[in-house]
Structure formats: C-alpha cells, structure tokens
C-alpha cells in the first residue's frame, strides 16, 4: 500500500516541481532561483553522503564544484567542447582529484582529515587567483550556450528557462544515485565503518576501501554540479572556490536532517529562497547563513524533522498521558 | 636574495605565526577542540584596534584590551553554544559550527567595519629599526619579545600552577576530572575564552604588518594548523618552534620561489610530515 503510494507520489511530486517555475510566474528570476536551487542541491547531494554517511566533514567538496567548472570552461572556451564532452570530462577530473584527495587522506581522521580537506580548498583558492592557465583572478569568460544535442536532436540552452529542464533532470539523476547508494552494499558499508567501525571490520568490510570508494562516488555528484553552475554563469572565476559554496552546503546537509532524501533539496531551497526573495544584502545574508548553520547543529542536532517529530510526539501523547502526569507532578 | 634580511623576516613572521596559533594549541590540546573561525577571529581583533585606534581615537596601548576582552567574548559565546556538543565530544558538529560562526563573524564584521581595506597603524609599526643594510620595525620587534613572553608564561602556567593541573587533569580525561570534582564546563569555557583573547591579541599585534581586509583569516587558519600539527599537537614549546621554522622557510621560499604560493607550499609540508610522521616533528617529546 505504502509502496504503491510512493509510485504515484514521486510522479506527482517530480511534475509539481518541474512545473513550480512556471505556476510561480515564469520570470526570468524565478526560474534563475530554481535552476540555482537544483544545481546547489547537487553540489550538496556530493556532499551529504561523506558528512551523513560517511560521518566524516570533508572541506574540499567546494574544490569538487570547482574542478567541474573549470573544466567545463576550460574545454568549452579553448577547444570549443561540447555540453557532452564537458560533462564527461568533468565527472574524469572530479575523478582523479577524488583518487589523489582520497589516497593522500586516507589514514587521516575526524579533524585532521577536516583540517587537511579545509587547507586543500584554500589552497586550489590561491592557484585559481594566482594560475594564469585558469585566468588568475578575472577567471574564464565566454563560455558558449550549454549544447547537449545528439542523434540530430537539437538540446540548446541560453537562458535559465532553457536550462531548467537540464538542471531539473541533473537533479532527478542525482537523487536516484543518491538513493540507490543509501540502498547499495557499499552503502550499509559506510553506515556500519562510520557507526562501528570494529563491528564493520569483524564483518569483512575494510573501512578505509570504503572511504575511499564514497570520496570516489561522491565527488562526480558535486563536480556535475559545477559543471552546470558554468554554463549558467557563462565564466568561471576563483569566487567558486568562496566560503559561501562550503557554508551553503553545509547547511543543506544539516538543516532538514541527516540521511533524509529530499533534506539537502529542501534546505537549498529554504537558503535560495530567502537569498533571492527576502534577501537583507549580502553580509548581513551570510549572518543568517551562518547563524542557521550554528544554530541547526546547537539546538535541533537533529534538524528540522527531528524537531518535527518531537513536537509531533508532544502533542501525541499530551492528551494520553495528562492525568498521569498530574499524579506523576505530585509524587516528584 | 639579501640571506639576513629573509632571516629577520622569518623570525618575524615565525614568532607572528606562534602567537597566531597559542591559543589553538591550548584549546586542541585541552579540549580536544578545533575552531575554524579562529581566523575570522583574527580578523576581528585586528579591526577592533583598528575601530579603536581610527575612529575612536584611542591609543594602541587601550586598544590592545579592548579587542581581548571582545575575543574573549566571542570565544565564550562561541563555547556557551557549543558546549553540549563538547561534553559529547561531537567533532562533526563542532567544526561546522565554528566554520558557521567564522562566517558570521565575516558579515558581521564587513557590516560593521566596511569592507574595505584598511591599515591598522600603531605608534611602533612606522618606525624602524636598521642594522646596516638590514631592518625590521618597532612593531616586529615587539611581536617577537611579546610572543616569547606569552610562550614563557603559558608554558609556566600550565606546568606549574594549579589552574595548570586542572586543565592538563581535563585533557587527560574530562570524564573522570569531573568525578574528581574538577568543574569541566568552567574549564571548556575558560579555554575557549583563552582562545579568544590570545587570537584578537595576535591581530592586534600581526593585523599591523599587512593590509587588514574582513574576508582575510583563511591563511591564518592554514598556518595555525601547520604550526600546531607541526608542534606535536597540544605542545606549547612544540608550537614555539614549530611557527619558527614556518616563519624562515615561509621567508625563505617567498624570497627564492614566490610569495602568492607560501602557503601552499606550507601545506605541501604539512602533508609530508603528516603522511610521514603523523604525530607531528615533538612527538612523544611533551
């Protein structure tokens, strides 16, 4: 029953959202908020399954999204690449950087390894200012319209109304991964080395393998991201690499709640939401990123469903239990 | 490349390094913390002096206090937040929150201050002081004399006084120091209140070498770790050293290679000593 009710919801609910820019007015800057939300939420997704898998922090997933962007502006600006070629040649880059990250950190824990990642992002920050190949501080300019035809069907996109079908289709992609990974042997692996690591190895499973092979998965989810943020933008500069891409994906991870399918998407959506709509400047906008951030982990560790199961407990059980408690109030 | 000029640099920016990062070295190891704004938090003492000395016009001296009592202020708000998570030792939660609350800062202080660049001047940091060909400023060599003493006088504290003991009782072990009747919350607290104010001291004392800019702090965060890493984490003398010998080969390879990838290459090492000697160079050397 509940299966075949979750058949006919995720339908529903894929064509509400596909269709939400549209019944929300259709302007320009409704539909640039979506495709924003759907490609930040695919950053996030890369990093969700290290931070709530995984149960380790890793501060190089901005470095991810920035591989794919350059990539994309690099092929796409100098050798005239397509949307297909860019997009596989980015997933390769995220790749191999995740293979060198991955190695290089393996034997390093909790907040060494969260130092290590965080110092690797500041790092790759000061080469794209610096590495003229990537253009230094004023980045790469002109990267061409996202062009995905193939077979003779023609996929162009030059605006974000035109890119949200790809933005909502890269997002659609990623969820499924991300849930056929929660489902996955190599899932119930992360689970089990982040929960118990002696009971993980006692049951065959080599929890640094398996750290390497989620670094593996996780950063194609993100650079795919990135990929996308370039042709949206059209250039590419070193700000890719700012604190905002860390602190917003952070926040995506933690505020709904963790290992939740739809929570990053959501959380992205409440954080765009309020950047695009109700938005009290730029520095006073990262106050309430931020506090949100402190605050989610300070007073709903949780999230947001956690608090949302508890109130709906409280309520629950208060008519149930009240006269009880009374006697209860009395004996203590 | 002028050989003793780099080595008056890197003494300089060593013993800036090791001020940089006392504090984080007695809250890594004390508390087993880490705190990602502890750079935003440099960049907070600094534009306090500034604020302080520019639009208040107070002398540098008055400035100094000012921005310590608001580092401690930030650090015991911080860890007043924290603290659950603390007692759990929940790291996870603890590095993104400080990454949060190093974000906040970053606004709040660009809201505050403007975002601008600045430059911090004290009475010490215009004049100099030369040897020949070689010079350093009024402003460096009181950050090499002030750096030694603060070494000096945490090293003794912490060897030889009770509060000391306490708080070396509350590294070792928080849970049986709070059966032993040690008040462990006081202790986390009074850390991260160390913290504070050693950090907003550094940025009052380094803010003066460079441009001060609210975004800056990332840096600081990178070299504090290295120095602490490098150190033997949770060893004073260790850091001591260890943000010496960052400051000359810092000196040394801006000089001979060049000065926008110093900390890269400062991480280079750092990777190299952590893949080789994981416990840092003062390991089992306490």
Redesign the interface.
């Known amino acids: 029953m509940m299966t075949r009710f979750r058949y006919l919801l995720v339908p529903v609910l894929a064509a509400l959202l596909y269709f939400a820019p549209a019944i929300a007015g259709g302007s320009g800057a409704i539909y640039s908020a979506f495709v924003l939300m759907a490609i930040f939420a695919v950053m996030a997704y890369g990093l969700d399954l290290i931070?709530s898998d995984l149960?380790?922090?890793s501060?190089a997933h901005t470095v991810f999204f920035a591989v794919g962007s350059y990539t994309t502006a690099l092929l796409s600006t100098r050798l005239g690449a397509g949307g297909w070629t860019t997009l596989a040649a980015s997933l390769a880059a995220a790749l191999i950087f995740a293979a060198v990250l991955g190695l290089?950190t393996l034997?390093?824990r909790?907040?060494?390894f969260?130092?290590?990642t965080?110092?690797?992002a500041?790092?790759a920050?000061?080469?794209a200012q610096?590495w003229s190949f990537l253009g230094g501080s004023d980045g790469l300019r002109g990267i061409p319209p996202l062009d995905m035809s193939f077979l003779g069907i023609s996929l162009k996109a030059g605006n974000d109304r035109e890119i949200w079908p790809f933005a909502f289709a890269l997002l659609c992609v990623v969820l499924y991964l991300v849930e056929r990974f929660r489902r996955s042997r190599l899932g119930s692996a992360a689970i089990m080395s982040h929960l118990n690591p002696r009971l993980a190895i006692m049951s065959g499973v080599d929890p640094q393998a398996v750290r390497l092979k989620v670094f593996l998965f996780s950063a194609p989810l993100t650079a795919a991201a990135g990929w996308l943020y370039a042709y949206q933008r059209a250039y590419v500069s070193a700000d890719i690499l700012d604190?905002y891409f860390?602190?917003l994906m952070?926040t995506a991870v933690?505020l709904i709640g963790r290992r939740v399918l739809l929570g990053p998407l959501l959380a992205t959506m409440l954080v765009l939401s309020q950047e695009k709509f109700l938005s009290l400047?730029g520095?006073?906008?990262?106050?309430v990123?931020?506090?949100v951030?402190?605050a989610t982990?300070?007073f709903f560790?949780g999230g947001l469903i956690g608090l949302f199961h508890r109130l709906r407990s409280a309520l629950r059980t208060r008519p149930s239990i009240s006269h009880e408690a009374t006697s209860l109030d009395r004996t203590v | 490349m002028n050989f003793g000029q780099q080595l008056i640099n890197g003494l300089v920016m060593g013993h800036a390094f090791a001020l940089v990062a006392i504090g984080w070295t007695v809250l890594l190891g004390v508390a087993r913390l880490v705190n990602f704004g502890h750079g935003q938090m440099y960049m907070l003492g600094a534009f306090v002096t500034w604020f302080a000395i520019a639009t208040l016009g107070m002398p540098y001296l008055v400035a100094i206090p000012i921005a310590i009592v608001v580092g401690v202020l930030v650090g015991l708000l911080m860890q007043r937040i924290m603290l659950q998570a603390t007692f759990e030792q929940n790291l996870v939660s603890i590095m993104i929150m400080t990454l949060g609350f190093g974000y906040v800062l970053h606004g709040a202080a660009a809201l505050f201050f403007g975002s601008t660049g600045q430059i911090l001047d004290t009475p010490l940091s215009s004049k100099e002081i030369a040897f020949g060909d070689l010079w350093l400023t009024w402003q460096d060599a009181a950050i090499i004399v002030v750096a030694i003493v603060e070494f000096i006088v945490l090293k003794l504290i912490i060897d030889r006084t009770r509060i000391g003991r306490l708080v070396r009782m509350v590294a070792e072990d928080p849970k049986l120091a709070e059966l032993a009747g040690v008040n462990v919350r006081n202790v986390y607290l009074g850390v991260f209140a160390f913290e504070g104010a050693a950090v907003a001291f550094a940025g009052a004392m380094v803010g003066p070498r460079t441009p001060i800019l609210t975004s800056m702090g990332f840096d600081e965060v990178i070299m504090t770790f290295v120095v602490v890493v490098l150190g033997g984490i949770g060893s004073v003398t260790g850091s001591y050293l260890a943000g010496i010998a960052l400051g000359l080969f810092t000196a040394f390879f801006g000089a001979m290679v060049s000065p926008a990838y110093t900390t890269a290459a400062a991480f280079v090492v750092l990777i190299a000593v952590l893949v080789l000697r994981p416990g840092g160079l003062a390991a089992g050397a306490r």
């Open positions: 931070v149960g380790e922090v501060l290089m034997r390093l909790e907040f060494v969260s130092l290590v965080y110092a690797i500041v790092v920050a000061t080469v610096n604190s860390l602190i952070l933690v400047g520095y006073a906008d990262k106050i990123l931020g506090s951030l402190v982990l300070a560790p």
